[in-house]
C-alpha cells in the first residue's frame, strides 16, 4: 500500500520533515516514491512553515494513496 508521510530530518532538537509519498513496508526515512514538499514545525520570522504540491497530493490520493493522520490535517489546514 502507498502512503503519504513525514520523513524525518534535520538535527538534534531542531526537526525538519520531507512530505513523502512511500511504499508503507519501506522504514519511516528510507526509500520513497516523490517527495511532495516540506513541514518546518519550528519555523521562524519569515521562515516557510508548509509547503505541499497540491496537484501532486491529490493525483496521488486519487490513485489510492493513505495520507498519515498528521499528513491530512496539515493538507486540512494548508486548504483552509
Keep these: 500500500m502507498v502512503t503519504i508521510r513525514l520523513t524525518r530530518g534535520g538535527s538534534k532538537r531542531r526537526p525538519f520533515y520531507h512530505i513523502v509519498v512511500a511504499d508503507s513496508r519501506m522504514p ?26 497540491d496537484e501532486r497530493f491529490n493525483y496521488w490520493i486519487s490513485q489510492g494513496a493513505k495520507p498519515s493522520e498528521r499528513v491530512a490535517s496539515l493538507a486540512r489546514k494548508k486548504a483552509a
Design 28 to 53: 519511516r526515512d528510507g526509500r520513497f516514491i516523490e517527495r511532495l514538499g516540506f513541514f518546518n514545525p519550528v519555523a521562524t520570522g519569515n521562515e516557510v512553515r508548509l509547503e505541499l504540491d
